[in-house]
């Protein structure tokens, strides 16, 4: 930094004054002309400087290079009141000289890249080798097939040409799911808005049209999108862990510290601040820059604080194809060896730990695939390596020792390689490669209905997981409520009022220190506006707050009068709200010297501070603890039972001498930072009582959730009458039922022991009864939601979603199974704590999630049924078709067909089915309920027996019953009819079956709502079209020969059969079938092992560990394909920045960047204790 070399330059600011004398009028107000780009003093490497300093370090750099911070302002052309003017011409003069406020992203990988990736795959690999072999020794002279031309190279060129196919509809698909998610990525930024001032007024723009000079608002709860220099703030402190690892908050405030950093997190308090560096400038864009995260890189020309230029160390190929770059020196002089394997074994470090907590933290499907996925890999692996070991045995067996043949290179070389070829078709069709596919066009075609639904998934895995949710922890306001406050009774002065009182009607005192209280004592944010509705206003800001603002104006004042006497500069102290505190006081002081406390909050917490209370003559009385018991009774409590939330105003002035009964003496030695002390003694001025409506369609909703196995719990900080009553109108409590409704403190006593630890068994005792958690901190909203996730009551499990707005909430919605956050009155801190975005805050969205996580899940459920069939038939018919006959009755290119191709249409067609009202008609599966139930499973083992038994009854028993000649044992393999009959039938078996698979619950009607899924329809046709295609004119490629009228007429007589069948099926009993006719009930501990094998890094191992081979479980590659394309693109682009760098770099970040800065405020070791945490978290 510049202040370790002892000096700064100082800006002659008397040279400044004359560039700005026509740009700034004499008020301070706006700039009247567009500055010229060439006339601001201040360029981004002085401003980058400027950020790196922290607390007194930052207020002396300041002071001595430019003054004050008001100096800084008028460098860039800005006013620390009216803001910028926001003309666009000026906007983007200012992206041109200090950058955009977007982190440029890696540039989407090239559809070749993606083929690239596709061609990774083993099985293709083997298949390839395989098929060149084949090919290449088709061309040697042989005997065999004299008279037919050499067709030997057709398998070999087909095998080719259907892996290229693979391949390329693979890249296809990979490339359009990263083109979907980047779409999806792109609306979730742009939502992201923040409050700035412009023209004097302030307004909500996205975060990428900030610019240096905006003067933005920031206040509790938000996410800091740029850097900046506080201007002014109230109590404001901020959560920098994600930079400096240190867990601690900081307070800001323009006497202390007034530096704010993006990436980092507003706790409480509100402010404003001059945004000095956007996006690759930011601290947070300089640490992306520096690890090759973003498609920007650090500009070489860039130079530290002495002005010296930065070297840039060269990247080898790994690092720079891992976009990690090497460290430089940190000092100039230490050696970079030491410091590069420690940052290496710290980000590997931290690697680890992050596998190992996206391993603890698997969704529920993801759980169950998982396990499937090592089922069926050994069994897969097991008979392939069986086929090629009996093909191999009893051909050796005949020709050697039973015809007594002498090795031919030409002929027994082929042999060998077309028997490795079946049995690695044998594994391709063991492994349901349409699966990943299945599930990530179940997840892209939900995900992107929910966003119509108002349902914004950040996280994907979320859409599935809520589809198993058993329990929805939902606030109050604004979901189950409109979230439209109004104030509809008031008690005054003794008087209960069921109407707001016109100010003329109260003692002007009163009514003054009434307008006053809530006009002051308000974030300045929250303000009313008029609406295209005469009749309402739109809130902007708090709820609550512009439902008291409302009042101010009913009462025929406007507040905006006050404010202009009080601004927010003026403030002398301010209490900001928080869960803790319940209540927000302001200090102001007055014209005649004495400073008013205003205080404003939860009743009972208010009423207890105050000592006195006003009466209507406009003076005050002693307020006892029986008058106050006696209040609560007579008003708070009927209040409250009528649903309405009841917030008390109160007041406490210091004066300088001659203090009257309610006032106390002012003393120098007042310690204002004494919140207990300085808001003691009050005075309470009135109670009101504030409506929030029930949302009209959210009884039904709930009803809806209840039918379909959900338990709905509200939890709320309001008073327990309230929420009571609010509870019992929603239809979540009956008043004859005998369900719990409890407040924070109660639950609390009954879950802890004597020592006040947690026991789950004692919380065992309440939750399954407890359906209300009144007066609730956002501590027991989290003991309620891990609790019942741990808890092992229920054989079942609960899967647990949680509904929150505020920043507190931010531990809950991390820890339940889906976190919804408030997309309108939620914090920036709750959004990226949780995996859906409530758009409208309704609860009626949730509902419909409900719908499309059961839909995805019953979407793959169906795929899984339909092609568990399609692989255990050809299994079984490649492997005792290779035991009897010595081949496979369905060859290698034909198998390729029915599985990579015919399976990536049907996931395409299953997966998009559209959700019913039936899907809530049925109770959430859970943990522990098998992903193939015992249906399915009668099903999928049902439809094989029937499907085996036709194709052997057409293999042994087809050439004498349909006169036809066998192709079974032919000297040179031709296309026959008989073989050809098998595959068709084959097919149309597999494609009737496919309708089957449409239900899973054991429904009759297979074809209900068949018409309405066009895409189903359409895709089925075409497949059938593209089979008939294929047998008629497929040839020597598809080894098929023209079949007759009669012949297609045996094979749909067949595949028709399947229909059929299925109503058989669906007859049998199921319930006395034993546990083993289920499969995928609960992931042990050794699987998640197995598969962390393969969600490790590249290159990675984990000491001590011993990893199994990708022989093992070969399909693993697809999941961990679609996890690292899916849910790793979601969650890392939809962290903060700095969170996202820290989370897999953090040592690497904290070295580059203290290289760059040469900074010593940050320290390492709770840097990377951070990332640490982060991994846990």
């Known amino acids: 930094m510049a202040s370790q070399t002892g000096e700064h330059e100082v800006i002659p600011l008397d040279e400044v004054d004359v560039a700005l004398e026509t740009q700034v009028d004499g008020a301070g107000g706006f700039f009247s002309s567009k500055p010229d780009v060439s006339h601001y003093k201040l360029d981004v490497h ?245 690890l090759g995260a973003t498609g920007h890189t650090v500009e070489s020309d860039e130079t530290d604080g002495a002005g010296k230029k930065i070297e840039k160390p060269e990247q080898s190929d790994a690092a720079a194809a891992d976009g990690q770059p090497l460290l430089n020196q940190a000092d100039g002089s230490a050696a970079k060896g030491d410091q590069v394997d420690a940052a290496e074994r710290a980000s590997n470090n931290s690697d680890a730990e992050e596998t190992d907590s996206k391993l603890k933290h698997q969704s529920v499907l993801q759980s169950k695939l998982t396990r499937l996925a090592i089922q069926i890999g050994y069994a897969g692996t097991a008979i392939a390596l069986l086929t090629v070991l009996v093909l191999i045995i009893r051909w050796s067996v005949e020709e050697f020792a039973v015809k007594k043949l002498a090795w031919d290179n030409a002929v027994h070389w082929k042999q060998i390689v077309d028997f490795l070829i079946i049995g690695v078709t044998v594994l391709v069709v063991a492994v349901p490669e349409g699966l990943p596919l299945a599930v990530t066009l179940a997840l892209a075609y939900s995900v992107r209905k929910m966003m119509i639904d108002n349902n914004l998934v950040r996280h994907l895995d979320a859409c599935e997981t809520m589809g198993n949710a058993t329990t929805i922890c939902s606030d109050k306001t604004g979901t189950l409520t409109t979230n439209r406050m109004t104030v509809v009774q008031t008690y005054i002065a003794g008087q209960l009022y069921k109407s707001i009182p016109h100010y003329t009607e109260l003692n002007d005192n009163l009514a003054q220190l009434i307008v006053n209280s809530i006009s002051i004592n308000s974030g300045y944010t929250s303000i009313l506006r008029q609406s295209s509705n005469p009749e309402l206003m739109d809130q902007i800001g708090n709820k609550t707050e512009c439902g008291l603002l409302g009042m101010v104006l009913n009462m025929g004042k406007h507040y905006d009068s006050v404010r202009v006497k009080f601004p927010e500069d003026s403030f002398f102290k301010v209490f900001t709200f928080n869960s803790k505190r319940k209540c927000m006081s302001t200090i102001v002081k007055l014209d005649d010297g004495r400073y008013r406390v205003f205080t404003k909050g939860a009743s009972e917490v208010i009423l207890r501070k105050c000592d006195y209370i006003m009466t209507g003559e406009g003076s005050a009385k002693p307020f006892n603890i029986a008058d106050q018991e006696q209040l609560v009774a007579s008003v708070i409590e009927p209040m409250a039972l009528e649903g309405l939330r009841t917030i008390s105003l109160a007041y406490k002035d210091y004066v300088l001498s001659d203090p009257a009964l309610n006032e106390a003496l002012y003393r120098d030695d007042i310690d204002w930072e004494d919140e207990d002390f300085v808001v003691s003694r009050l005075t309470s001025i009135a109670i009101c009582g504030i409506e929030d409506p029930v949302r009209p369609e959210v009884p039904d909703s709930i009803k809806k959730c209840q039918g379909a196995g959900i338990t709905v719990r509200m939890v709320t900080g309001d008073n327990i009458n309230t929420a009571r009553s609010i509870a019992t109108k929603c239809g979540i409590i009956t008043p004859d039922s005998n369900f719990l409704v409890l407040e924070g403190k109660d639950f609390n006593k009954r879950i802890r022991d004597e020592n006040d630890v947690f026991q789950q068994d004692l919380l065992d005792e309440i939750w399954p009864k407890l359906r209300v958690l009144a007066r609730s901190s956002p501590t027991d909203k989290y003991t309620l939601v891990k609790g019942i996730i741990e808890s092992k009551l229920r054989s079942n499990r609960e899967v647990v979603a949680v509904t929150g707005d505020g920043t507190n909430d931010g531990p809950a919605l991390k820890m339940a199974d889906v976190g919804f956050a408030m997309g309108i009155a939620g914090t920036d801190v709750a959004k990226e704590a949780s995996d859906i975005i409530l758009t409208d805050d309704n609860f009626t969205s949730i509902v419909k999630a409900v719908m499309w996580g059961r839909n995805v899940y019953d979407s793959i459920s169906k795929f899984l049924q339909f092609q568990l069939t399609v692989n255990v038939v050809a299994i079984i018919v490649a492997f005792i078709g290779a035991a009897s006959i010595k081949e496979s009755p369905l060859q290698a290119i034909q198998m390729l067909w029915v599985n990579l191709i015919m399976d990536t249409l049907a996931s395409l067609a299953l997966a998009t089915e559209v959700p019913t009202d039936e899907l809530l008609e049925r109770n959430p599966y859970g943990r522990t309920k098998p992903l193939i139930s015992r249906r399915m499973m009668t099903n999928i083992l049902g439809q094989a027996v029937y499907q085996i038994t036709v194709l052997f009854v057409l293999l042994f028993a087809g050439p004498a019953w349909l006169d036809i000649d066998s192709g079974i044992n032919l000297v040179c393999p031709m296309p026959t009819v008989h073989f050809t009959m098998i595959f068709n039938t084959f097919v149309l078996m597999t494609l009737f079956n496919e309708v089957n698979s449409r239900k899973i619950h054991g429904q009759r009607n297979i074809l209900d709502g068949l018409h309405k899924n066009y895409l189903f329809l359409g895709i089925w046709v075409g497949t059938f079209v593209a089979q008939i295609l294929l047998v008629e004119f497929g040839g020597l490629v598809f080894s098929c020969k023209s079949l007759s009228i009669e012949q297609w007429g045996w094979c749909l007589f067949f595949g028709f059969g399947s229909l059929l069948w299925c109503q058989v099926i669906t007859s049998l009993p199921i319930k006395k079938l034993p546990r083993c006719f289920t499969v995928g009930r609960e992931v042990r501990e050794k699987d998640l092992e197995v598969q962390a094998a393969f969600t490790v890094p590249d290159g990675a191992t984990r000491s001590g560990e011993k990893v199994p081979t990708r022989g093992q479980i070969l399909w693993i590659r697809s999941i961990s394909r679609l996890q690292q394309q899916t849910r790793k693109y979601m969650e890392d682009k939809s962290e903060p920045i700095v969170t996202q760098v820290l989370r897999s770099h953090s040592a690497t970040a904290l070295r580059r960047l203290s290289t760059l800065a040469n900074s010593s405020t940050i320290d390492s070791s709770g840097f990377v204790s951070h990332a640490s945490k982060l991994a846990d978290a």
């Open 46 to 290: 002085e401003l980058k400087e400027l950020m790196e300093y922290r607390g007194s370090e930052a207020i002396q750099y300041i002071s001595d290079k430019y003054g004050t911070i008001s100096n800084i302002c008028r460098m860039l052309f800005t006013s620390e009141n009216e803001g910028l003017n926001g003309e666009p011409s000026q906007i983007r003069d200012r992206q041109a000289k200090y950058g955009a406020n977007v982190i440029p992203p890696k540039p989407p990988k090239t559809f070749l890249q993606l083929v690239w990736e596709a061609l990774q795959d083993v099985t293709l690999i083997v298949l390839i080798v395989a098929a060149i072999l084949s090919l290449a020794l088709s061309f040697v002279p042989s005997d065999a097939c004299q008279g037919h031309g050499n067709i030997g190279w057709i398998e070999g060129a087909a095998i080719l040409g259907a892996v290229i196919i693979v391949v390329l509809v693979t890249a296809f698909n990979d490339w359009r799911k990263e083109k979907q998610f980047r779409g999806l990525q792109e609306k979730i930024d742009h939502d992201h808005v923040f409050s700035v001032i412009r023209l004097g007024k302030a307004e909500e723009i996205p975060v990428s049209e900030i610019v240096v000079g905006d003067i933005c608002q920031v206040k509790y709860g938000d996410l800091l999108p740029s850097d900046g220099i506080l201007i002014q703030s109230n109590d404001l402190k901020v959560d920098e862990s994600s930079l400096t690892g240190e867990s601690d908050l900081v307070s800001k405030g323009t006497e202390n510290d007034p530096m704010l950093l993006s990436g980092t997190h507003v706790m409480e308090g509100s402010g404003k601040m001059v945004v000095t560096a956007v996006g690759i400038h930011s601290q947070a864009g300089i640490i992306m820059a520096l």
